[in-house]
């Protein structure tokens, strides 16, 4: 497996990058439409830098790793896929479900894997929560009551030309992919509400969604980005699960031991599970070296984006809209 790193915007690079160098998995190359971008990175890891794609898709690099602003997602998969090189893409995939259908279409006609970067499902608590699913632990689900709270992210994040959107694009994704992942739904409708209450950006920070999926269950969801910049950690990524068997609350960041520290020091919460990216990026590297199926392919990283996709729809239309209004 050797690996070329395409953008260098998202501040996962760096965990992805030290993932893969102790996989011991080869990284031959970097770029960025952002000279300084891929000049850090190449600097800082001592990665080759690119001057182009092409030089880049030259090396002879058989997987890429996009982290560009998400409006380059497509164009990159589509441009891999082109020169036979798997695609491990951050999260969101796409802005569109028509662009994510672009990137599913080539990357099976060039038989190629597309690998979406969903580590939340990764992380030990949702593992075995999955188990616990599957085991009938839990019966038949009625609602979810979920949140992914954040800081807000600044730079390109808050550019609604190279993000697609603000909390809601951002942060729906983890939850989506988990509640598809774990409970295996459709969805139905979407109503949802989105504003900037907390900061000066050109994109919403605040979002709450309702979702109601085909097969009777509901979603409300939590997306706001209104952690301060003291808080302990990034943010939470939370599902509390009501079901026929009680209540089942998960944390996907994982359990911790919180510290207080004396004087005017914030406090710190120390987490001891085992590193999401990493076991992410364990199971990307068998696929690709063993041939296998993808565990989180275009079709799960497709239906994150019409969850999004309908919920700036329902902004929009100030109602709830169903899924046969957005989706052909």
């Not at 036979?84 to 006609?109: F, G, Q």
């Not at 038989?111 to 608590?125: D, E, G, I, M, W």
């Not at 598809?180 to 920070?205: H, K, P, R």
Request: charge should be negative; glycine fraction near 8%; proline fraction near 3%.
């Amino acid at each position: 497996m050797k690996v070329g790193i395409i953008g260098c915007a998202h501040m996962h690079v760096e965990s992805y990058i030290r993932c893969m160098r102790e996989l011991d998995i080869e990284i031959i190359g970097v770029y960025d439409h952002n000279e300084e971008g891929s000049e850090g990175v190449s600097n800082r890891h001592g990665i080759p830098k690119q001057e182009s794609l092409e030089a880049l898709f030259e090396t002879g690099c058989d997987t890429v790793v996009i982290c560009s602003e998400n409006k380059y997602h497509c164009e990159y998969t589509v441009a891999a896929a082109e020169h036979k090189c798997h695609v491990i893409v951050e999260k969101p995939m796409a802005l569109s479900v028509s662009e994510a259908d672009v990137m599913i279409d080539v990357t099976n006609k060039n038989q190629v894997k597309l690998l979406v970067c969903h580590p939340v499902r990764f992380a030990p608590t949702m593992q075995e929560l999955k188990a616990a699913v599957l085991s009938g632990e839990l019966g038949e689900i009625y609602a979810i009551n979920a949140s992914n709270h954040g800081k807000v992210p600044g730079g390109w994040f808050v550019k609604k030309e190279l993000s697609g959107g603000g909390a809601i694009v951002d942060h729906t994704i983890h939850i989506a992919d988990l509640v598809y992942w774990l409970f295996d739904v459709e969805i139905d409708s979407v109503w949802a509400q989105g504003l900037t209450a907390v900061s000066d950006i050109e994109t919403e920070d605040t979002g709450l969604l309702h979702v109601r999926f085909k097969s009777g269950e509901l979603l409300s969801l939590d997306t706001s980005w209104n952690r301060p910049g003291n808080y302990p950690v990034w943010g939470d990524a939370m599902l509390e699960i009501i079901s026929e068997k009680g209540r089942t609350v998960v944390d996907g960041f994982g359990r911790k031991a919180e510290l207080f520290l004396e004087g005017d020091k914030a406090n710190q919460w120390v987490f001891y599970e085992t590193d999401m990216d990493m076991a992410m990026f364990e199971n990307f590297k068998e696929v690709i070296e063993l041939d296998k199926p993808s565990p989180v392919d275009g079709n799960a990283g497709k239906f994150t984006i019409e969850m999004f996709e309908m919920a700036y729809q329902s902004i929009e239309a100030s109602e709830r809209v169903t899924r046969k209004e957005v989706v052909e």
